[in-house]
């Protein structure tokens, strides 16, 4: 299991229980209140020091300034929401945040919630994140697949600011997650003599021809096919398909 690329600075706390034992299914956003940094959140005395029965921690911390810092391992279950199923499942995010109601957060904080919560999705196959604010359909993902603290502690968190956003987060991300990326044409070369050319991305399909290799030739669009653990590229000629197993990009 992987961690988010957008981590620029990393303290694992020692309040965790490693591993988790659920699937990542769930995201769980707080409001930190104090306009700190990733840095300076994680390195809280709540979160440094080891406390099994008041200890806290969390997956991800995003600073006043946009910064994105790991406080727990993906792969480990923070103890952040007060609720020990909860932590299981989620990603636990803590956002820095006014010390005081509505406990808003900066724009910088606002973006990196977004970018980090698209790239959770999209490492742990969520599909889409899904808000109704409604405690009964806590687990049910299907449904429901972000929780907030207060529904399991006697806390406002995450402050009405980002709790009265979720609708709005959810949505920010979903358009994020469903965009489709323009494919880029780019030039591979033939590491063997003679390559098959195909009608369609299979072996399936009849051959219509050969490349001469070894030589350069530009892929317009790919595919996984069959009978190709690289996948299929479309040349750029109209001639057909190769198997990109023999192929090098350059």
Known sequence: MSNSSLVRYTKISPNKTSPRNHKIDTVSIH????????????????FVKYDPKNGSSCNYAI???????????????????????????AITIEVASEPKH????????????????????????????KWQGDKSLIGQVSKQN???????????????????????????VNAQLNKKTEFKP??????????????????NYDKTGKVTGPGRFTIVKES???????????????????SLDFTKKI
């Open 102 to 129: 509505p406990y808003a957060v900066t724009d910088e904080a606002y973006k990196a919630l977004i970018l980090l919560l698209v790239d959770i999705c999209k490492r742990n196959n969520i599909k889409e994140l």
């Open 146 to 172: 972000m929780t907030v603290h207060r529904w399991f502690a006697n806390k406002n968190c995450p402050g009405e600011y980002l709790y009265s956003r979720h609708g709005q987060i959810a949505k920010e």
């Open 224 to 242: 996984s096919g069959k009978g190709s653990n690289s996948g299929w590229g479309k040349l750029k000629s109209g001639a057909g398909w190769i």
């Open 63 to 89: 600073g006043y300034d946009g910064s994105i810092g790991l406080g727990v391992k993906e792969k480990d279950r923070s103890w952040c929401t007060s609720s020990r199923s909860n932590d299981h499942r």
């Open 31 to 46: 409001c930190a209140a104090g306009q700190l940094t990733a840095r300076q959140l994680l390195n809280l005395s709540s």
């Open 186 to 203: 780019y030039i591979v070369k033939v590491n063997i003599g003679n390559l098959n050319i195909r009608k369609g991305p299979g072996t």
